[in-house]
């Protein structure tokens, strides 16, 4: 059986905390930030957890599970 690869895409948008959680960027961050408030920006910065619903499947697509 040929090795599995890994998604490329999923690899840049996602990293693995150290309990094997996901992590990734939120998204409303690039452009018309004049419209957002000072907090929403703030509160955008933080990183993101996924919920663990759809953590398996993206696990798998970066070769990890």
Known sequence: MPKAKTNKSV???FRVTGTGKLKRNQA???HLLAGR???R???LRRP???PNSITKKYLRSLGEA
């Open 11 to 13: 690899k840049k948008r």
């Open 28 to 30: 409303n961050k690039r």
């Open 37 to 39: 408030t000072s907090k």
């Open 41 to 43: 920006k703030r509160q």
């Open 48 to 50: 993101e957890i996924l």
